[in-house]
């Protein structure tokens, strides 16, 4: 645990048992040593080990058809557990499980920082396949925050597609408070960061990538995943299990459209700025206004659309 990632009010009981398991093992616990990252402690950049599979296509070009090797994303479901209770199944890229199952079970309002004592993969003899499924065990004396009687299963493609209910769909969370300001040259330079340091999709050309920057441009950590919501989970279980939170002097940006779902786990971060290189839903960007959020979609460097909370956009009001 770095020292100078501790914030104001961050739990006393020990930092959890974290990371990626390289191995597999049944029942191993997931030790930050072996997450694959290539900047060390920082979560900058995803390896394409155990990410990718290769297939072999038939690639159609000019006229011409000829068998080829193809790298693909790799897709498979993760179930996540508080203790021995199943919470939620979601379709995933391998890696950083830890992180997904923490930012998942911090953003749907399950759990608080601190909550979490361990995290391995499944210790059960009759588990089909182990390493798809994750157990997270809270500190002594704590309790998932939620009823625990609604249950997840999300597609990589929608994180919300099968909560019980509309008013599951929503968490409760406070408006986003002041600040920061970012100037606009700055934030379109980080998607330029984040899009250098998408390594799995420059290999596949299909995973989606979230990042949290600082307010001054610096990146915390970059994730990418099949679903993009895996993606911002993942990223924001990097910051929970670094006892970075709150996160509210930080910039999101997502590689794809900004939806809901996505601003409302930021808020839940108490993230206040969001960047999508593409559009916004309706809802997000309604979302984005109601809870004093600023949203912008369409970044690229010179040009922006800034949906809600102009002001902390530094050139985006005359």
Do not use: W
């Amino acid at each position: 645990m770095v020292a100078a990632n501790r914030r104001a009010g961050a739990s006393d009981y020990p930092p959890p048992v974290i990371g990626q398991s390289n191995g597999r093992r049944r029942g191993e616990q997931i030790s930050r040593a072996e997450q694959p990252t290539r900047a060390r402690d920082t979560g900058r950049e995803t390896t394409v080990s155990g990410a990718t599979s290769e297939r072999e296509v038939v690639r159609l070009e000019s006229g011409r058809a000829e068998p080829v090797r193809d790298v693909l994303a790799v897709e498979e479901p993760c179930e996540i557990r508080i203790g021995d209770d199943p919470i939620a199944v979601t379709m995933r890229t391998p890696g950083h499980d830890a992180e997904l199952a923490a930012g998942f079970l911090f953003t749907e309002g399950l759990v608080g920082a601190g909550d979490i004592a361990a995290i391995s993969h499944c210790a059960d003899d009759a588990a089909l396949h182990p390493e798809n499924v994750v157990e997270v065990r809270l500190a002594p004396g704590r309790r998932p925050r939620r009823d625990l009687q609604r249950h997840f299963f999300a597609s990589s493609s929608c994180g919300i597609c099968g909560k019980a209910s509309i008013e599951a769909i929503h968490v409760d969370a406070p408006p986003a408070a002041a600040g920061p300001q970012v100037p606009a040259a700055l934030l379109a330079r980080m998607m330029e960061q984040l899009e250098a340091r998408q390594s799995v999709f420059a290999a596949t050309g299909g995973l989606h990538a979230a990042a949290l920057f600082s307010a001054a441009g610096e990146p915390l950590v970059v994730r990418e995943d099949v679903g993009r919501h895996n993606a911002v989970d993942k990223a924001i279980g990097f910051a929970l299990l670094q006892e970075a939170m709150p996160l509210d002097r930080h910039v999101l940006l997502v590689s794809g459209r900004t939806s809901f779902e996505i601003l409302q786990k930021a808020l839940v971060a108490r993230i206040p700025l969001v960047a999508g290189v593409s559009a916004a839903s309706s809802l997000a960007a309604e979302f984005a206004a109601r809870s004093n959020m600023t949203l912008v979609g369409f970044l690229r460097p010179g040009k922006m659309n800034v949906y809600a909370g102009a002001e902390r956009i530094e050139g985006a009001i005359d």
